[in-house]
């Protein structure tokens, strides 16, 4: 919830709030944000933030987002690189997590995978790019192998 406003922005969790993407708004291409972000409109493209990102009911994003901590509650496709991702009750998410710490609320749908080994490496990697040219994709997880059943 925010909560008192310092210097004209409102604060959320003792972090400043500088972007909302009101409902009804639509965005789309790159957005880099010093501090937290909160979607509550359609976000399609790429987001980078310093701080909370926070993805209300009503925010349908289709993205690749790197943030701190990701608070997820609407519709995401793509892939989300954070230290922590919270899916809420009402998220339905479909694409790819990395990680530190990950939990999954009873009544969210996840359809992907989820990296939690290295997260920081890899973030860090992308960042800079692992070749000093573009920056490295990250490969997806190896699949698990299948347990036969007797």
Do not use: W
């Not at 009804?24 to 701080?51: A, M, P, Q, Y």
């Not at 999954?104 to 000093?132: P, R």
Request: net charge neutral; proline share 3%.
């Amino acid at each position: 919830m925010l909560g008192n406003k310092k210097k004209g922005t409102a604060v959320s969790n003792g972090q400043a709030l500088n972007t909302i993407i009101g409902r009804g708004s639509h965005f789309e291409g790159k957005l880099t944000v010093d501090n937290s972000v909160r979607i509550d409109g359609e976000f399609k493209g790429e987001l980078t933030c310093t701080g909370e990102l926070t993805i209300s009911q009503s925010g349908e994003v289709d993205a690749t987002l790197q943030c701190k901590d990701a608070y997820i509650d609407g519709v995401v496709n793509g892939t989300v690189h954070a230290d922590k991702v919270r899916l809420d009750s009402q998220s339905r998410f479909t694409g790819d997590v990395y990680t530190d710490s990950f939990s999954v609320s009873e009544g969210a749908i996840f359809h992907g995978s989820c990296s939690m080994e290295n997260h920081q490496k890899k973030s860090e990697s992308l960042a800079t790019g692992a070749s000093g040219g573009a920056a490295a994709k990250p490969h997806p997880p190896e699949p698990r192998p299948q347990v036969q059943k007797k």
